[in-house]
């Protein structure tokens, strides 16, 4: 059966690689028949993998937990600012797209998404 | 007793690099952690030939940086192919473990200590696992003791008679998770310092006078780091290491601990780093500048400004690099999602050459300005010259503190265990 939401807005602990525990913000958003995650980067706060170096483990830890489809998630990783002067420590936001192999997700393909096409996704 | 034979390969050294090899340190603190029926016997592939020996129980490679990995792979497989069991481990055995694991029986993940008395066991037993797991899991830092520098043929790290320095590390970890570096992910991100009792305890069963203490940063806690200068100040060793915190009074104690020369990441050309130069000069410690170029915000004219900088707060001594992203580093996760790696050739990932699309040229361009920025810092004044005089500076403080050394006068025409030719 899947898992009723259509909301969800927490920190999310996870096996990051080599299992090493690992922590992000993790937000999904149902809209129609889509769930949209939003994983939120925590640098220091997080003491394990970024989310970037584990995406596709964390999306499937996600999908296991909250009993999502894999073949309806749109995952999307977000990288906030930090708050530096230095340029790569801006925000970002990044659709992941992930291939489903039946067992496991793999083969990450990064696609640059502004601030707007995010809002336009989930609103 | 157990022979094992343990191996710390080759590599390509950085064009524009002294040609000083240091002695390793990663495989001596393996060395410690090694239980007592373990004979160990290791061969440090930069300063002597690797001669394949049937007669080893079992082989163990050490790697740190991503450019020895191949070669690593190279010798496991004919280690292998000859029917001995081979272990890997390392910071970049941790990096790259997964196609490690394709060329090793085992591969060990995380920190030696504590754990090597498993490792053995499984391979006496012949149950040597696929990967020993460690990653996160950091033993007591209190049981880390003194490095087995007793397994370094010594003789091999002298130039012209000059001994190199030893390396030693006084913490693990690092609370700063730095842009283009992967210490959070092998250590960890938070600071572990050693006890001052263990880390002078150490010190002084080292039997050399020069040190580089290769912690990843001694700034991380100001008291400990003051502490920790205050027990050295007796042992009268000098020694370089990564940025120390650049308050008078940490710099104070410093100095008189031994500070010869210290690194210190020079990324723009803001009087922060002009004035924080200057307090490390003003305290009689030396500075090598540790350059990286081709980040995402500098432009040609930006580097060669930065060139010019350098020149004008009068570093003692420049080290240029490029933006290289070593996997497992923020750099690696923003140069893959913008797809700008060109290629995943590990031997070329010695931060000289440019494995990246730049931002704002291309990867020529880079090239050429990492070229430039090495001949123009050292123009004026060789880079030979220049570590003359740091070297001057240093002997100058042994005589005055009576701890000078002479070299090794019968070691003079020799060079890391070769003869150097008459007319080099």
Known sequence: ?123 | MIKFRLIYPKWEKLEGQTIFNLPPHGPVVFAAALPPDVDVEFTDENVEELVYDDSVDFVGISMMLTTQIMRGWEIADEYRRRGKKVIFGGISTMLHAEETMEHADSIFLGEAETRMEQVFEDFKNNKLQKVYNFMGKHPDITLIGPARRDILKKDLYYHKGVRMVDLFHASRGCKFNCYPCAVSYLGGRCFRPRPIEKAIEELETIDNNRLFIVDNSLAQDKQWEMDLFKEMIPLKKKWCSHTIEDKPEVLDLAAQAGAWFVYQAIFDTSDFIRERVKRYHDHGIAVEGTILLGMDNQTEDDIKRLVDFLLEIDLDLAEFTVLTPFPHTKTFDDMRKENRILHYNWNQFNAGKVVIQPKHMSPERLQELYHYAWDTFYKEESQTEKMFKLFSKVVQKEIADGTFRHRRHNMATSSFGKEIKRNN
């Not at chain 1, 296991?64 to 970002?92: A, C, R, T």
Request: hydrophobic share 35%; glycine share 4%.
């Open chain 1, 1 to 123: 059966m899947a898992y009723k939401l259509d909301y969800v807005d927490t920190f999310y602990d996870f096996k990051g690689l080599w299992d090493t525990p690992s922590r992000c913000g993790l937000k999904i958003v149902r809209k129609d028949d889509v769930c949209y995650i939003i994983a939120t980067e925590l640098f220091t706060d997080n003491p394990g993998s970024s989310i970037t170096d584990c995406n596709a483990k964390l999306a499937q830890s996600v999908c296991d937990e909250f009993n999502l489809s894999h073949e309806k998630v749109y995952f999307i990783e977000h990288v906030p600012d930090k708050g530096s002067k230095l340029v790569f420590y801006e925000e970002s936001l990044y659709h992941i797209k992930l291939h489903w192999n039946g067992t496991k997700f793999e083969n990450p393909q990064w696609e640059k998404l502004s601030k707007e096409q995010l809002h336009a996704l989930i609103s």
